[in-house]
């Protein structure tokens, strides 16, 4: 049975502010699946009904194949969360934060004592745990929130840019972690915008625009299918001239470096016109470049959802 439905769902906020537009999709139990988007694609406001915080406008999430009603007690047993900003736990100290959280799942008082202090020294703030998670920097408050989202090992984790404001040591770390309860058969749901990092965990992925899914598949499956697509990285001589029109529709990268994802059909008559006098003069590199899923990201992105790549 797969762990959450989603079918037809809508959420507006206000009168127009459409941010999930008929979202229709399921994860699979044991799945580590990724939700991907830029700001404002919806991404927070569709894991905020999954786990029963906001109530969609219609169409309906199923938990284990029953209806998620506002704050379902199914979610706080089933469900470890981390919220993108999660607020609720200014007043408490670190240890505190997760013994809490671990009673709230069912954890007798020693069991949740003897699992924060095991998470703490996994998640690495076995020396913070006497703290006031409001006195936290960002990085060690969203570890904090890590930590409880895994206190009591629910079986499903929606981790809400989990990663956000770590330093590279936390967020191998974390990484590590994730990978550990994968292991086990945990569900996993990350919702990032860091692309590159998904790419290396995740088994399945949403991209998501302007409240609806513009692609959906493995990461494989994406890239198949820009594989139609090839990416030119072009970067220009600091003394050239004005880059001119050939370069319209590419986006810029760096300084003075652009990437223009064309169709492979036309890789030679661009090849050919970069190889002319006037704009090989200009071109300090040319590399040609197989499509990452930072591409598919992009390519879906640029085309606000409505891509041919379908
Ligand atoms: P993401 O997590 O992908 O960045 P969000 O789900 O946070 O996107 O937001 C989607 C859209 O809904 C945005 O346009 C955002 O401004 C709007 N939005 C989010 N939460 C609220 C809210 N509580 N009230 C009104 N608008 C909201
Ligand atoms: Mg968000």
């Not at 029953?66 to 704050?71: D, G, K, M, N, Y």
Request: neutral net charge.
């Amino acid at each position: 049975m797969a762990a959450f439905e989603i079918r037809d769902l809508h959420k507006i906020y206000g009168r127009d502010v459409h941010a999930n537009d008929g979202l229709d999709f399921a994860i699979e139990a044991g799945e580590v699946f990724g939700i991907l988007g830029p700001n404002g694609a919806g991404k927070s406001t569709l894991v905020q009904q999954m786990v029963g915080l906001s109530v969609p406008t219609s169409g309906e999430i199923r938990l284990h194949g029953e209806r998620v009603r506002a704050h379902d007690r199914r979610v706080r047993q089933a469900v470890g969360y981390l919220a993108q900003r999660p607020l609720a736990l200014f007043d408490l100290r670190v240890r505190e934060a997760v013994v809490a959280t671990g009673r709230l799942r069912g954890l007798g008082r020693s069991a949740a004592e003897r699992e924060a202090k095991e998470l703490l020294d996994e998640i690495g703030l076995l020396d913070r745990q006497d703290r006031l998670v409001g006195n936290l920097s960002g990085g060690e408050h969203r570890l904090v929130g890590i930590a409880t989202a895994l206190v009591g090992s629910p079986p499903i984790l929606i981790l809400d840019e989990p990663t956000n404001e770590l330093d590279p040591v936390a967020r191998r770390r974390v990484w590590d972690m994730l990978m550990r309860r994968r292991e086990a058969g945990t569900t996993i749901i990350l919702v990032t915008h860091n692309v590159l990092e998904a790419e290396r965990v995740v088994g399945r992925v949403a991209i998501m625009a302007r409240g609806r899914i513009s692609a959906i598949g493995t990461p494989g499956d994406l890239k198949e299918r820009l594989n139609a697509k090839v990416r030119l990285e072009i970067a220009l001589r600091e003394d050239g001239p004005d880059v001119g029109e050939w370069l319209a529709g590419a986006r810029q990268i760096g300084e003075r470096r652009f990437s223009l994802t064309l169709d492979r059909p036309r890789l030679g008559e661009a090849l050919q016109h970069l190889a002319g006098p006037a704009v090989s003069a200009q071109i300090d590199d040319l590399r040609i470049v197989s499509p990452s899923l930072e591409d598919v990201y992009l390519a879906y992105h640029d085309t606000e959802g409505h891509s041919d790549a379908h």
